[in-house]
T-cell receptor, first 109, second 113 residues
């Protein structure tokens, strides 16, 4: 399977703290994307990083990519209760997308 | 509004029945996908289609069938051959190019009763 794996599986932090989650994958990729899923809903795209990029920012999100280690991290700074959700990484080659197992983030007010 | 519409949101299936989940998109995307998500788990690819009248099996296609007669529509049939169909099903679409974003519908819950 080409499915990635997020780590940790679950994370609980206080509001205002930073949250970091990691993604490891197995095959060569063209890009890596992070998605968010609120309970019982569809996934929402957060950020895409291409294989020739090492770091990317979007608002309170920072994504890094290390293709030599086949890993990526997502940092959410100054977390809010509304950030409570599951976060998934997805790796893409061509038009196939493979999703990781997700990190469940709980931000405590 | 542009987007992906899945219906029904909740569906109950009796043993031995086939059921069809609808997925419609008005984003003019060529590629469409079906994923299955089990509670607390990641997404697994069932089928995908990059163009009308063509589709490919994903990792867990057994017990499922699809059609792509129109660009906007990609219905998924869960057949009686699928022994454990209770799950959350997600439809998605994207443009056909490198580095594209995939857009999701709100999902359909299927329960076997």
């Amino acid at each position: 399977s080409q499915q990635g794996e997020e780590d940790p599986q679950a994370l609980s932090i206080q509001e205002g703290e930073n949250a970091t989650m990691n993604c490891s994958y197995k095959t060569s990729i063209n890009n890596l994307q992070w998605y968010r899923q609120n309970s019982g809903r569809g996934l929402v795209h957060l950020i895409l990083i291409r294989s020739n990029e090492r770091e990317k920012h979007s608002g309170r999100l920072r994504v890094t990519l290390d293709t030599s280690k086949k890993s990526s991290s997502l940092l959410i700074t100054a977390s809010r209760a509304a950030d409570t959700a599951s976060y998934f990484c997805a790796t893409g080659t061509g038009n196939q997308f493979y999703f990781g197992t997700g990190t469940s983030l709980t931000v405590i007010p | 509004d542009g987007g992906i519409t899945q219906s029904p949101k909740y569906l109950f299936r009796k043993e031995g029945q086939n059921v069809t989940l609808s997925c419609e998109q008005n984003l003019n995307h060529d590629a469409m996908y079906w994923y299955r998500q089990d509670p607390g788990q990641g997404l697994r690819l069932i089928y995908y289609s990059q163009i009308v009248n063509d589709f490919q099996k994903g990792d867990i296609a057994e017990g499922y069938s699809v059609s792509r007669e129109k660009k906007e529509s990609f219905p998924l049939t869960v057949t009686s051959a699928q022994k454990n169909p209770t799950a959350f099903y997600l439809c998605a679409s994207s443009i056909v190019s490198s580095g594209n974003t995939i857009y999701f519908g709100e999902g359909s819950w299927l329960t076997v009763v």
